[in-house]
Structures are given as structure tokens and as C-alpha cells.
């Protein structure tokens, strides 16, 4: 497969913003808005996985959706491949859904009920020109079906005569189908047993080597992440707080939520059983975003300036975070903080 | 120690092709006072139904089949339907994995929590509701007083499963059990809740039966583990021997498919296949065919227990063929 061209990453997000309106009442009288994406910008290589990570309600998946155009953002460019897929028109867009697919948490309720599996697959090959005639399209599916491990006679059934793991795969297949370079992998094992879920993962893990695709994988599983991603941005309440290469964010987390995030996830190692809860209290809603740092009012380290100001990413070890306690020019900051000789 | 909870020899079936399939298969539990017994298991194991059946809720068209559960001593099989209500809520409570499925969603949650206790005993209503308000605020719920007036649908899935908790600690039973109680929540309200748990079990004393597919909960929380396959017990023990020095091929296999043990980008192990529906079970050890393992006469006969040093057990051919030789 093509090599990242000139280094320059697969897609590059900038700036995003979708927001919701919030209407009430007959005459649906705009009152506010959800700010579900506000100011996100990502990046994923080639060949490489970005983690999207988050607690529900922080924008994680409107994200992904916005990146593939199922949500409209009101703000904000998505570069793909030098082209900025907000600025297209439908017909512009249209070769590049075939380069960006999904793939959802519950496979049952994207795949149609009443369409067997080769028609489920080979849908997208028909309408992107893939396949000369039905019988070569019949051949790819078998060898798709084969490549994510399901039996390639199994093409003349319906979807609910699969397990969950196997209409994961089935979803997968067809993802793979139209030949994307990126997948949007949204709580795509988020609902499956550990040991299918570990058959998924593999599955994945053998794909990027073997295809050189892209994922953006959004979830809420940090240990899966740890596993599997190259980069890791963490999202709260419509924000990134904080990105990085994995190994360095696992290991010396920068912002006080990811370092709350971290220690909250309890261990199946009977060594360490130490889980103490240290982000107290709830998220608060995206629709009414508290003033300054939005982490502020579940931030045990907060100070004055928190509540006031709106932190802007400062540099952070080998990557960036949001928050005061970082910045090269906050006076107070605590001494020691690590801001590191990068800055 | 004396035993709160007891199951013994448990089968609990529901209609299949032709004849009733068991889908809980002569289960057998112990949960002491003060003790936390996580039941652990993948879907369809027949945890839930296991815990369903030590409230004498199996939904229909389930059905107990045999067997005999004790809550504190008093079995509870033999019990009339108004014995056994009174017996729920005051000996025995439940908290269930989606709050919103068990909170009636036209009561105000104070509300709920008064009722719940003035059922079971004669106090006033100021009374139970001062009691109410105590145990709101026992459970984290900040603003507890305006929040006894607030509808389930007004909370977050946080404050509603401490809504839960706190019904179900309203008559200080003797026995919680407690089914994935934490799955729907985000990692920092779970890692409040289990800390909530932790505090009132060493306030209460209560026995808690956790059922959980979560090792990473288990670990935190329990004191024993029992893992269970295809409806059947596969072993059993305390925390560390089963997590650190599990013996069922099953159990290393689920430790060894967990990505947070393992290296990153290192191949996960895999559990080839999957767990087979109750009608094909195999009359035998029910995981032979994914078994790394299996022997040629594991998929016919049952395993029987094979014991362990510090009442670690295995049903396990091949972990008795180990310890044999």
C-alpha cells in the first residue's frame, strides 16, 4: 500500500466544531446549544491508530462522524489526503467515502436485516465501480468473508444468524469491501466477551500490518488502547485534553483527568489492587460547559486562575495537554511541573 | 464465619427443543458474612439466571428445577410467595446492571426509597424519610435533600445507581447481590461506586455476590471467585489463587485474552470458537471443544472437582491428571 506522502499525516483535523441545537416548545425556540465537538484537532498517520478516548457524553463519537460527514460541523477543516472534505459538495465527496469508512459498535443495527451477506458486502462494491461483473464481486466477497475468518459459504445467510463477534466481523468485511485507508472504529469491541473480543482485536492488528490501514478508534476502554493505539487523544466535555504518543501518556499522564482516568481503571492484577476514586462527582453536561478549564470542578488540583481562564494546549512531555499547571508562564505553577526543556 | 448465603446442587432449565435445557447445571455457592463472592463468567454463562434464582426471580418460562438455597440459614425454596416477599428487601437485596429498568419512573426517587422501607417495617413516614436522606447521603449523593424529590429520569446513570444502592441498603440486608452493577457506568463514577460498596460491606457486614464479567472488578472487589462456563462451575478459590494462579484452562484463557496483561501489539491469546448454545452442550466438560487441553474422553464425562491446596478447586480432567502424576 502507498506510503504517507511526504510525512504528512493520513488525516489532519482542525478546529472542528458541531454543535447541536437545543429547540423548545412549538414554535422550537432555539434556547442554547450542545456543544458535543468544540475545537477538536487530531491527526492519524498512515499505517498507524489513534485512540479517541473519553467517558460518554465527552464528543467522541460525534467526532468520528463529523470527520465522515454524518454530522455536519459548523467550524473547522478535515484534511484528507490534501483535500478538505467540509469544503466538498456531495459529488466531490464521493470518492473519499469510499476511502473513510465506519464501522459501528452494534454491527446488527448497521447491517440491514433483510439483505444476505454478500449483498451486505458487496453493496459498496457496486456503487464505487469495484468488482468488472456480479460474479467477480461474488469471488471478492468470498475471499473478504475468508480474510476475516467467516466461511465463505455462509455468504447466503442473513446477518441474524451471526454471533455478536461474527456480525463484528461481518461489518469489518464490509468496511473492507470498497478498500478504505481509514477506519473509523466506533466501540467496535466495546460489547463483546474478552476472548472474542481478543479475536477482533488480532483480526485488526493483522489488517493495519497487512493493508496499511488507518484507524481512528473511539472508545471508552482504556486498557484496549493501551493495547493497540500508537497515539492517544483523551477528550472531556467536547475538548481535547490532552494527546501524545500511548507509551508516554500511559506513563506520565500530563493532565489531572487522564491521571484521574488512568487510576480509576481497576486491574485484574492481584498485585495492585489499590483503585481509589480520584476524579470525583459527574461530567457535567456539554450543553452548559462550566467557565474557564471545563475540568475545573472535578479537579482536585484547580486554582484560581482555572475557573476564569480557558486553558489552551500547552507542550507536555512528548505531547500536549490542557491545563494551567503546564503552562511555561503560569507564576504558582508547582515546582517540578512538567513542562519539560521541550518547551 | 458463618454462612449468609448457600446454594447447593442448583438446575435451573428453560424450554428447549423438545425437553427443558438446564442452563444453570447443579450449581453450588457459599458466600460468608462480610464476604464478597464475585461470580464471573462471559454472556450466557447462566450468572445472572444463577442470581435471579437466589431472589426466586427466574423469569418465565425458566424454572428451578432442583436444588436448595439458604439466605442466612432459612431455605428459601420452601417459602410461600408472601414469605419469600417478605424475605426479599430485608434479608435479601439485588442491584441490577441498568438502574432504569428497576426504578419506577413516576415516584420520585425519595419516594421509592420510604416505600421500600416502610414496607418491610412500622415506621412513620417522617421517620422513613429521615432514614432515606441519611442513607442518600451515605452513598455520595450530593444535594441529597433536593434529590429526594427528583425523578429517576432527572439523574445521571451515577447518581441513579446509587439510588439503587441506597434502596437496596435501606434494610441493611443480609446478603447484596450485586449483578454488574457498574457496566453501564464511566470508569471514574464505577471506580465511586465499588469504593461505596467496599465502605458499607465493612460498615454492614453484608455478604455481597457479585456477578461480574469484569476480572478487573473482581479483583478489586472480591474476596473469592467462582468462574462459570456453560452453566456450569469450571473453579473456584480465593482472589490471588484464581487470578494469578488459575488452573481451568478456560480461566487462563480468558486472563490471557485480556489486553491489559498483555504487551502491547504482542498477539492477544485467543479462545478458538465460541460458547456453544445450551442445547449443545456436550454431556461432558462443556469447554472440551475450545480446550487447549482436552483429552479424548473430556467432551463425555463430567469433570469432578479436583482439589487444590487453600480450597482452590478445578473441574478439570486434565488439571487432575496433573495433580494425579
Same mark, same amino acid.
Given at each position: 500500500?502507498?506510503?504517507?506522502?511526504?510525512?504528512?499525516?493520513?488525516?489532519?483535523?482542525?478546529?472542528?466544531?458541531?454543535?447541536?441545537?437545543?429547540?423548545?416548545?412549538?414554535?422550537?425556540?432555539?434556547?442554547?446549544?450542545?456543544?458535543?465537538?468544540?475545537?477538536?484537532?487530531?491527526?492519524?498517520?498512515?499505517?498507524?491508530?489513534?485512540?479517541?478516548?473519553?467517558?460518554?457524553?465527552?464528543?467522541?463519537?460525534?467526532?468520528?462522524?463529523?470527520?465522515?460527514?454524518?454530522?455536519?460541523?459548523?467550524?473547522?477543516?478535515?484534511?484528507?489526503?490534501?483535500?478538505?472534505?467540509?469544503?466538498?459538495?456531495?459529488?466531490?465527496?464521493?470518492?473519499?467515502?469510499?476511502?473513510?469508512?465506519?464501522?459501528?459498535?452494534?454491527?446488527?443495527?448497521?447491517?440491514?436485516?433483510?439483505?444476505?451477506?454478500?449483498?451486505?458486502?458487496?453493496?459498496?462494491?457496486?456503487?464505487?465501480?469495484?468488482?468488472?461483473?456480479?460474479?467477480?464481486?461474488?469471488?471478492?466477497?468470498?475471499?473478504?468473508?475468508?480474510?476475516?475468518?467467516?466461511?465463505?459459504?455462509?455468504?447466503?445467510?442473513?446477518?441474524?444468524?451471526?454471533?455478536?463477534?461474527?456480525?463484528?466481523?461481518?461489518?469489518?468485511?464490509?468496511?473492507?469491501?470498497?478498500?478504505?485507508?481509514?477506519?473509523? %472504529?466506533?466501540? &467496535? @469491541?466495546?460489547?463483546? #466477551?474478552?476472548?472474542?473480543?481478543?479475536?477482533?482485536?488480532?483480526? =485488526? /492488528? $493483522?489488517?493495519?500490518?497487512?493493508?496499511?490501514?488507518?484507524?481512528?478508534?473511539?472508545?471508552?476502554?482504556?486498557?484496549?488502547?493501551?493495547?493497540?493505539?500508537?497515539?492517544?487523544?483523551?477528550?472531556?466535555?467536547?475538548?481535547?485534553?490532552?494527546?501524545?504518543?500511548?507509551?508516554?501518556?500511559?506513563?506520565?499522564?500530563?493532565?489531572?483527568?487522564?491521571?484521574? %482516568?488512568?487510576? &480509576? @481503571?481497576?486491574?485484574? #492484577?492481584?498485585?495492585?489492587?489499590?483503585?481509589?476514586?480520584?476524579? =470525583? /462527582? $459527574?461530567?457535567?453536561?456539554?450543553?452548559?460547559?462550566?467557565?474557564?478549564?471545563?475540568?475545573?470542578?472535578?479537579?482536585?488540583?484547580?486554582?484560581?486562575?482555572?475557573?476564569?481562564?480557558?486553558?489552551?494546549?500547552?507542550?507536555?512531555?512528548?505531547?500536549?495537554?490542557?491545563?494551567?499547571?503546564?503552562?511555561?508562564?503560569?507564576?504558582?505553577?508547582?515546582?517540578?511541573?512538567?513542562?519539560?526543556?521541550?518547551? | 464465619?458463618?454462612?449468609?448465603?448457600?446454594?447447593?446442587?442448583?438446575?435451573?432449565?428453560?424450554?428447549?427443543?423438545?425437553?427443558?435445557?438446564?442452563?444453570?447445571?447443579?450449581?453450588?455457592?457459599?458466600?460468608?458474612?462480610?464476604?464478597?463472592?464475585?461470580?464471573?463468567?462471559?454472556?450466557?454463562?447462566?450468572?445472572?439466571?444463577?442470581?435471579?434464582?437466589?431472589?426466586?426471580?427466574?423469569?418465565?418460562?425458566?424454572?428451578?428445577?432442583?436444588?436448595?438455597?439458604?439466605?442466612?440459614?432459612?431455605?428459601?425454596?420452601?417459602?410461600?410467595?408472601?414469605?419469600?416477599?417478605?424475605?426479599?428487601?430485608?434479608?435479601?437485596?439485588?442491584?441490577?446492571?441498568?438502574?432504569?429498568?428497576?426504578?419506577?419512573?413516576?415516584?420520585?426517587?425519595?419516594?421509592?426509597?420510604?416505600?421500600?422501607?416502610?414496607?418491610?417495617?412500622?415506621?412513620?413516614?417522617?421517620?422513613?424519610?429521615?432514614?432515606?436522606?441519611?442513607?442518600?447521603?451515605?452513598?455520595?449523593?450530593?444535594?441529597?435533600?433536593?434529590?429526594?424529590?427528583?425523578?429517576?429520569?432527572?439523574?445521571?446513570?451515577?447518581?441513579?445507581?446509587?439510588?439503587?444502592?441506597?434502596?437496596?441498603?435501606?434494610?441493611?440486608?443480609?446478603?447484596?447481590?450485586?449483578?454488574?452493577?457498574?457496566?453501564?457506568?464511566?470508569?471514574?463514577?464505577?471506580?465511586?461506586?465499588?469504593?461505596?460498596?467496599?465502605?458499607?460491606?465493612?460498615?454492614?457486614?453484608?455478604?455481597?455476590?457479585?456477578?461480574?464479567?469484569?476480572?478487573?472488578?473482581?479483583?478489586?472487589?472480591?474476596?473469592?471467585?467462582?468462574?462459570?462456563?456453560?452453566?456450569?462451575?469450571?473453579?473456584?478459590?480465593?482472589?490471588?489463587?484464581?487470578?494469578?494462579?488459575?488452573?481451568?484452562?478456560?480461566?487462563?484463557?480468558?486472563?490471557?485474552?485480556?489486553?491489559?496483561?498483555?504487551?502491547?501489539?504482542?498477539?492477544?491469546?485467543?479462545?478458538?470458537?465460541?460458547?456453544?448454545?445450551?442445547?449443545?452442550?456436550?454431556?461432558?466438560?462443556?469447554?472440551?471443544?475450545?480446550?487447549?487441553?482436552?483429552?479424548?474422553?473430556?467432551?463425555?464425562?463430567?469433570?469432578?472437582?479436583?482439589?487444590?491446596?487453600?480450597?482452590?478447586?478445578?473441574?478439570?480432567?486434565?488439571?487432575?491428571?496433573?495433580?494425579?502424576?
Amino acid at each position: 500500500m502507498s506510503a504517507p506522502a511526504g510525512g504528512q499525516p493520513l488525516l489532519r483535523v482542525e478546529g472542528l466544531r458541531t454543535w447541536f441545537p437545543i429547540r423548545v416548545g412549538l414554535m422550537r425556540k432555539l434556547v442554547g446549544h450542545v456543544r458535543a465537538v468544540d475545537d477538536v484537532s487530531l491527526e492519524v498517520e498512515a499505517g498507524r491508530t489513534l485512540a479517541l478516548v473519553g467517558e460518554s457524553g465527552c464528543g467522541k463519537t460525534t467526532v468520528g462522524r463529523s470527520i465522515l460527514r454524518l454530522e455536519e460541523p459548523q467550524a473547522g477543516r478535515v484534511w484528507f489526503e490534501g483535500e478538505d472534505l467540509l469544503a466538498l459538495d456531495p459529488v466531490q465527496l464521493r470518492p473519499y467515502r469510499q476511502k473513510l469508512q465506519i464501522v459501528f459498535q452494534d454491527p446488527m443495527a448497521s447491517l440491514n436485516p433483510r439483505m444476505r451477506v454478500r449483498e451486505l458486502v458487496a453493496e459498496g462494491m457496486r456503487s464505487f465501480g469495484i468488482g468488472a461483473d456480479e460474479a467477480e464481486r461474488t469471488e471478492r466477497v468470498a475471499s473478504l468473508l475468508e480474510r476475516v475468518q467467516l466461511d465463505p459459504d455462509w455468504m447466503w445467510r442473513y446477518p441474524h444468524e451471526f454471533s455478536g463477534g461474527q456480525r463484528q466481523r461481518l461489518g469489518i468485511a464490509r468496511a473492507l469491501a470498497v478498500e478504505p485507508r481509514l477506519l473509523v %472504529l466506533d466501540e &467496535a @469491541v466495546s460489547a463483546l #466477551d474478552v476472548s472474542i473480543q481478543a479475536q477482533i482485536l488480532n483480526l =485488526l /492488528g $493483522d489488517l493495519q500490518r497487512e493493508l496499511g490501514l488507518a484507524y481512528l478508534f473511539i472508545t471508552h476502554d482504556l486498557s484496549v488502547v493501551r493495547y493497540l493505539a500508537h497515539q492517544v487523544a483523551v477528550m472531556y466535555v467536547g475538548q481535547i485534553v490532552e494527546r501524545g504518543d500511548t507509551e508516554a501518556l500511559f506513563r506520565e499522564p500530563q493532565h489531572p483527568y487522564t491521571r484521574g %482516568l488512568l487510576q &480509576a @481503571v481497576p486491574s485484574a #492484577d492481584p498485585q495492585r489492587r489499590s483503585l481509589e476514586p480520584h476524579v =470525583l /462527582g $459527574d461530567v457535567p453536561s456539554p450543553a452548559d460547559p462550566p467557565p474557564g478549564c471545563r475540568f475545573h470542578t472535578r479537579c482536585a488540583e484547580a486554582f484560581e486562575r482555572c475557573s476564569r481562564e480557558e486553558p489552551s494546549l500547552f507542550r507536555a512531555g512528548s505531547g500536549e495537554a490542557r491545563c494551567f499547571l503546564l503552562d511555561p508562564g503560569q507564576e504558582g505553577a508547582p515546582a517540578g511541573s512538567p513542562s519539560g526543556p521541550s518547551v | 464465619m458463618s454462612v449468609a448465603l448457600e446454594v447447593e446442587d442448583l438446575v435451573v432449565s428453560f424450554p428447549g427443543v423438545g425437553e427443558r435445557t438446564p442452563v444453570v447445571d447443579g450449581l453450588g455457592l457459599r458466600v460468608e458474612v462480610g464476604e464478597t463472592l464475585a461470580l464471573v463468567g462471559e454472556s450466557g454463562c447462566g450468572k445472572s439466571i444463577s442470581a435471579l434464582a437466589c431472589l426466586r426471580l427466574v423469569p418465565r418460562p425458566g424454572r428451578i428445577d432442583r436444588g436448595r438455597i439458604a439466605v442466612g440459614g432459612r431455605e428459601i425454596l420452601d417459602l410461600s410467595v408472601p414469605e419469600m416477599r417478605g424475605l426479599r428487601g430485608s434479608e435479601i437485596s439485588m442491584i441490577f446492571q441498568e438502574p432504569m429498568t428497576s426504578l419506577n419512573p413516576v415516584v420520585n426517587v425519595g419516594g421509592q426509597v420510604i416505600e421500600a422501607i416502610r414496607l418491610h417495617e412500622r415506621v412513620s413516614r417522617s421517620a422513613a424519610r429521615a432514614r432515606t436522606l441519611d442513607l442518600f447521603e451515605q452513598v455520595g449523593i450530593p444535594d441529597a435533600e433536593e434529590r429526594l424529590d427528583a425523578y429517576p429520569h432527572q439523574l445521571s446513570g451515577g447518581l441513579k445507581q446509587r439510588v439503587m444502592i441506597a434502596m437496596a441498603l435501606a434494610t441493611v440486608p443480609k446478603v447484596l447481590i450485586a449483578d454488574e452493577p457498574t457496566t453501564a457506568l464511566d470508569v471514574t463514577i464505577q471506580a465511586q461506586i465499588l469504593q461505596l460498596l467496599r465502605d458499607l460491606q465493612r460498615d454492614s457486614d453484608t455478604a455481597i455476590l457479585l456477578i461480574t464479567h469484569d476480572l478487573g472488578i473482581v479483583n478489586e472487589l472480591s474476596d473469592r471467585v467462582a468462574v462459570m462456563y456453560a452453566g456450569r462451575k469450571v473453579e473456584e478459590g480465593g482472589r490471588v489463587d484464581v487470578l494469578a494462579h488459575s488452573r481451568h484452562p478456560y480461566t487462563e484463557g480468558l486472563l490471557r485474552s485480556m489486553p491489559a496483561l498483555a504487551r502491547p501489539g504482542e498477539r492477544l491469546a485467543e479462545i478458538p470458537g465460541v460458547v456453544p448454545p445450551p442445547d449443545e452442550w456436550p454431556r461432558g466438560c462443556r469447554f472440551s471443544g475450545r480446550c487447549p487441553r482436552a483429552l479424548p474422553h473430556c467432551p463425555d464425562q463430567p469433570p469432578a472437582s479436583t482439589p487444590l491446596p487453600d480450597e482452590h478447586r478445578v473441574w478439570c480432567h486434565a488439571v487432575a491428571e496433573d495433580v494425579a502424576s
